[in-house]
């Protein structure tokens, strides 16, 4: 009797997760080991497999998303797994909820990203940066287009010179409590930074919203800068001080 009860919790939980992660359940957090997932939209850019990390086969598994996501949670570098058929793909790819695809086809049936935050704010924002190096493929708005690979063509990024910026206007006043920001994994044009936040369009009106004094770390790292307490403004501006260029792969305002 003990036996069956122990069996019929087991099959419980595991149908639990199952409907979680379905894909049914668009926009749906679920979580996994305390690994949270949200689906995503599943076309990506062809050079994706620049990111691939391993692929598994799932046809003997069941339940094919708890088996993938099981596959990611036990990959430090995964960030996100996507299925198509009976093979389960995981990347070190970094995509937020708000990302919208690509018309260049690498698709999936579905996708699931660990890498997503409630109340991300970037999505609705319009982005200026002072002089960028090339604005046809490192555009400001490659910062928060919800993607980054390896590639540094989906990062922003300045021409060198002095103190560089990126500015995010939220188009209205939001309590903003932190910023979680994904650098270069050469650690290039990321270093001795000051984010301001407030109502001014003027970024040196504005008062600090956090400081990251020194070189940023090398792979894989996420940037989470937070204030002492949540803020109240309508530009976010990241500036990087020196003579220098400023690169910025992708990042997440997080609405308080």
């Given at each position: 009797?003990?036996s069956?009860?122990?069996?019929?919790?087991?099959?419980?939980?595991?149908?639990?997760?199952?409907?979680?992660?379905?894909?049914?359940?668009?926009?749906?957090e679920?979580?996994?080991?305390?690994?949270?997932?949200?689906?995503?939209?599943?076309?990506?850019?062809?050079?994706?497999?620049?990111?691939?990390?391993?692929?598994?086969?799932?046809?003997?598994?069941?339940?094919?998303?708890?088996?993938?996501?099981?596959?990611?949670?036990?990959?430090?570098?995964?960030?996100?797994?996507?299925?198509?058929?009976?093979?389960?793909?995981?990347?070190?790819?970094?995509?937020?909820?708000?990302?919208?695809?690509?018309?260049?086809?690498?698709?999936?049936?579905?996708?699931?990203?660990?890498?997503?935050?409630?109340?991300?704010?970037?999505?609705?924002?319009?982005?200026?940066?002072?002089?960028?190096?090339?604005?046809?493929?490192?555009?400001?708005?490659?910062a928060?287009?919800?993607?980054?690979?390896?590639?540094?063509?989906?990062?922003?990024?300045?021409?060198?010179?002095?103190?560089?910026?990126?500015?995010?206007?939220?188009q209205k006043?939001?309590?903003?409590?932190?910023?979680?920001?994904?650098?270069?994994?050469?650690?290039?044009?990321?270093?001795?930074?000051?984010?301001?936040?407030?109502?001014?369009?003027?970024?040196?009106?504005?008062?600090?919203?956090?400081?990251?004094p020194?070189?940023?770390?090398?792979?894989?790292?996420?940037?989470?800068?937070?204030?002492?307490?949540?803020?109240?403004?309508?530009?976010?501006?990241?500036?990087?001080?020196?003579?220098?260029?400023?690169?910025?792969?992708?990042?997440?305002?997080?609405?308080?």
């Amino acid at each position: 009797m003990r036996s069956s009860r122990k069996h019929k919790t087991m099959l419980i939980k595991f149908i639990m997760y199952f409907l979680l992660v379905s894909p049914r359940n668009l926009g749906v957090e679920a979580s996994l080991k305390e690994v949270y997932y949200r689906k995503v939209d599943n076309r990506f850019p062809s050079t994706m497999d620049k990111c691939s990390l391993q692929t598994h086969s799932l046809i003997s598994a069941p339940y094919k998303y708890i088996a993938c996501a099981t596959f990611c949670t036990q990959n430090a570098n995964c960030h996100l797994f996507c299925i198509k058929g009976d093979a389960c793909f995981l990347f070190s790819t970094w995509v937020t909820a708000d990302y919208l695809g690509t018309d260049q086809y690498y698709g999936f049936t579905s996708c699931y990203s660990s890498w997503s935050y409630a109340k991300n704010l970037a999505p609705i924002a319009v982005a200026t940066m002072s002089s960028p190096y090339d604005p046809t493929i490192y555009n400001e708005y490659q910062a928060i287009n919800g993607y980054y690979c390896s590639l540094y063509d989906s990062c922003s990024l300045t021409s060198p010179i002095n103190n560089p910026w990126w500015l995010a206007d939220l188009q209205k006043v939001y309590v903003v409590s932190a910023l979680i920001m994904k650098p270069r994994d050469n650690n290039y044009c990321l270093s001795n930074i000051e984010i301001r936040f407030g109502n001014s369009s003027i970024i040196s009106q504005n008062p600090i919203f956090a400081t990251y004094p020194g070189v940023t770390p090398f792979l894989g790292i996420v940037l989470t800068v937070q204030p002492p307490n949540p803020m109240e403004g309508r530009y976010l501006s990241i500036q990087l001080l020196g003579n220098d260029c400023l690169s910025i792969c992708e990042l997440q305002i997080i609405e308080a």
